[in-house]
């Protein structure tokens, strides 16, 4: 099974940028697709973006509307990592982040969700 780990969340001023990274365990790690949730406080938990596994020759990405032209998701096979480069940031983006393996692409649903990182928090400051 993969662990992931999640890091890279902070406190950042509107208009700033962070990168999160997820950091996965497990040789299988490049096989499976990966996306990014986030959970605001009293809010579900929706969608942010995803990738496509590894061993294909061009990567595909899917990001939600709030986030898109925003954010860029992308991955490293030989470091095991899949990034979020989040830029221009607005208040609204403060949540807790997720990374996730998907077990199908381009799914945005949580119930697609085979393994979850602990999350790593984002405040963003007006």
């Known amino acids: 099974q993969v662990q992931l780990v999640a890091s890279g969340g902070g406190l950042v001023q509107a208009g700033g940028s962070l990168r999160l990274s997820c950091a996965a365990s497990?040789?299988?790690?490049?096989?499976?697709?990966m996306a990014w949730f986030r959970q605001a406080p009293g809010k579900e938990r929706e969608f942010v973006a995803a990738i496509t596994r590894s061993g294909v020759n061009t990567y595909y990405a899917n990001y939600a509307n709030s986030v898109k032209d925003r954010f860029t998701i992308s991955r490293d096979g030989a470091k095991n990592t899949v990034y979020l480069q989040m830029n221009s940031l607005k208040p609204e983006d403060t949540a807790v982040y997720y990374c996730?393996?998907?077990?199908?692409?381009?799914?945005?649903?949580?119930?697609?969700?085979?393994?979850w990182g602990q999350g790593t928090q984002v405040t963003v400051s007006s």
């Open positions: 497990g040789r299988t790690f490049s096989t499976y697709a």
């Open positions: 996730a393996v998907l077990r199908s692409f381009p799914s945005r649903s949580d119930q697609d969700v085979d393994y």
